[in-house]
């Protein structure tokens, strides 16, 4: 049976561009897509994670499941039932994939479990705490993982935008949070907007890409800022994206869609040791990569994603094939789909 459900993107990143890094960005010629994975039928993907042997998780929130596929592009196997039980989830909402290529899958809000490298449950725990829209996962090691978002623990809304975690036996431990959460024009709006895309570096470092004003940071583990840069490019005012409507006793959200030209953000990455690729969506307008050097705040001319009938949600780089993988509609369903890297960073790139 045919699915006609639209995808949850990751989080994208949008920039209004000037007209001359415009008319640089069209001298460039995007490499060619290809669809992976095609036997796979998908609902909706709402967030996926590569691995560090290549391959490519998702979870699609309709059918309640994971899939992982392979670096050929050929699946390596499912995962997920509707339940309460050990190994099972009556919701998922963000993934990340350790080095060892164990999968840890947030519900929404509380619960956490844990897939091994083969597909097998490993375990799950209830946070010390709630989230209101989290939006990364970020497996440090495979007893520690970061989570960023909006996050309330014990009636407390925290001000920080990434939260540490570790698993102590059968249950989790809060470690501590860092990072500022997006400077945002409607308070009433606080809890349920994203603290912006989170990545990890070769480093071991964090980098957070956060809208308004329109940043990349970097942060040890302890939470230390390190770098800064500044985009000058404005984004859409994500508070403006959803329409609060107020009746005695409800209130009804409604999203609203960006004018075109506006710019949402997503996700920072680095792609050689001191240098990031920041990814963006300008509505109307298309997708592109923009590189920055964070120890002179130098960006240089954007590139355009692969001309696609729909918008691409990157996961990031499967550095080892050379690809970069994403979600995206196919013949009006969701499905995955890769393309070169090396095009995008030629022979800067060690």
């Known amino acids: 049976m045919a699915r006609r459900h639209a995808i949850v993107r990751c989080a994208v990143l949008c920039v209004c561009l000037p007209f001359v890094a415009r008319a640089q960005a069209t001298t460039f010629t995007p490499p060619a897509v290809e669809r992976i994975a095609p036997q796979l039928e998908f609902s909706r993907i709402i967030a996926g994670a590569i691995g560090s042997d290549g391959r490519t998780c998702t979870l699609d929130d309709i059918e309640l499941k994971l899939h992982c596929v392979g670096a050929d592009g050929s699946p390596l196997w499912s995962f997920g039932r509707k339940g309460e039980g050990p190994g099972e989830w009556t919701s998922i909402y963000r993934l990340g994939i350790a080095a060892n290529n164990v999968v840890t899958v947030i519900g929404h809000g509380i619960q956490l479990h844990q897939i091994g490298a083969d597909g097998k449950f490993l375990r799950q725990a209830r946070l010390p705490g709630s989230?209101?829209?989290?939006?990364?996962?970020?497996?440090?090691?495979?007893?520690?993982?970061?989570?960023?978002?909006?996050?309330?623990?014990?009636?407390?809304?925290?001000?920080?935008?990434?939260?540490?975690?570790?698993?102590?036996?059968?249950?989790?431990?809060?470690?501590?949070?860092?990072?500022?959460?997006?400077?945002?024009?409607?308070?009433?709006?606080?809890?349920?907007?994203?603290?912006?895309?989170?990545?990890?570096?070769?480093?071991?470092?964090?980098?957070?890409?956060?809208?308004?004003?329109?940043?990349?940071?970097?942060?040890?583990?302890?939470?230390?800022?390190?770098?800064?840069?500044?985009?000058?490019?404005?984004?859409?005012?994500?508070?403006?994206?959803?329409?609060?409507?107020?009746?005695?006793g409800r209130a009804m959200y409604q999203t609203v869609k960006p004018p075109v030209g506006s710019n949402r953000i997503g996700s920072a990455r680095e792609y050689r040791p001191g240098t990031w690729w920041?990814?963006?969506?300008?509505?109307?307008?298309?997708?592109?990569?923009?590189?920055?050097?964070?120890?002179?705040?130098?960006?240089?001319?954007?590139?355009?994603l692969p001309a696609w009938p729909a918008t691409m949600g990157v996961l990031g780089e499967d550095r080892k094939g050379g690809y970069f993988l994403a979600t995206t509609t196919c013949d009006d369903e969701p499905c995955l789909v890769r393309f070169k890297s090396a095009p995008y960073f030629g022979s800067s790139r060690p």
């Open 131 to 248: 989230f209101g829209q989290p939006g990364a996962v970020i497996a440090i090691s495979p007893d520690t993982f970061a989570i960023s978002g909006t996050f309330h623990q014990r009636g407390v809304l925290s001000l920080a935008a990434i939260h540490l975690f570790a698993f102590v036996g059968d249950s989790i431990a809060y470690l501590r949070s860092f990072g500022t959460l997006p400077d945002i024009t409607d308070p009433e709006q606080g809890s349920m907007l994203p603290a912006g895309p989170v990545s990890m570096t070769a480093r071991r470092t964090f980098l957070h890409a956060r809208g308004l004003p329109n940043t990349v940071s970097e942060y040890s583990l302890t939470g230390k800022l390190l770098r800064q840069v500044t985009s000058p490019i404005i984004p859409f005012d994500p508070s403006k994206g959803t329409k609060i409507t107020k009746t005695p």
């Open 278 to 304: 920041v990814l963006r969506t300008t509505v109307g307008v298309g997708q592109f990569f923009d590189v920055v050097d964070p120890a002179t705040n130098r960006w240089l001319p954007p590139k355009p």
